[in-house]
């Protein structure tokens, strides 16, 4: 599999398979924000978007958020959705790291209002920290 990041410039050929995910995304946790809201911050450069491929085949999209936190910058996992059975977020889990790296990140920050996702999130390296999942880099 390969992690692809997409860059503002070309979302335009992407968009219907990262909107596909978002939708899908939504449907699971009812949360407000909209597709188009994503798509937004994607070309202001404030939601990384990257799309991961098994060969030619899309098999998922992965999207990052870099923030600010109370004690430097991190890395905010916006969202994961996965075609099939292969989990994305598991696979990119070294190039979401080296994404945090890159900015100086020292931490790695995710939630979820899903009912068991706190098992997933811990198979991952992650822990709870109130109502979101955080992991050091």
């Known amino acids: 599999m390969e992690f692809r990041n ?17 939708e899908k995304i939504l449907a699971e946790t ?3 924000w909209l597709p188009e809201d ?14 991961v491929f ?7 999209v992965v999207l ?11 890395l905010y996992l916006f969202g994961g959705y996965n075609v099939g059975n292969k989990d994305v977020i598991e696979f990119s889990m070294d190039e979401i ?3 945090g790296r890159s900015i100086g990140a020292r931490r790695i920050k995710m939630q979820s209002n899903r009912k068991g996702f706190e098992k997933y999130c811990s198979s991952i390296g992650f822990k709870m920290d109130f109502v979101q999942y ?4």
């Open 54 to 60: 098994d060969g030619d085949e899309r098999v998922g």
């Open 6 to 22: 997409i860059a503002a410039e070309v979302l335009h050929s992407e968009w219907a398979f990262i909107k596909q995910g978002l």
């Open 38 to 51: 994503v798509f937004w911050l994607i070309k202001q450069n404030s939601i990384w978007a990257y799309v």
């Open 30 to 32: 009812g949360d407000r």
């Open 134 to 137: 955080e992991r050091e880099i």
């Open 97 to 99: 790291i080296k994404a």
């Open 64 to 74: 990052l958020q870099p923030t600010n936190g109370w004690d430097g910058k991190e």
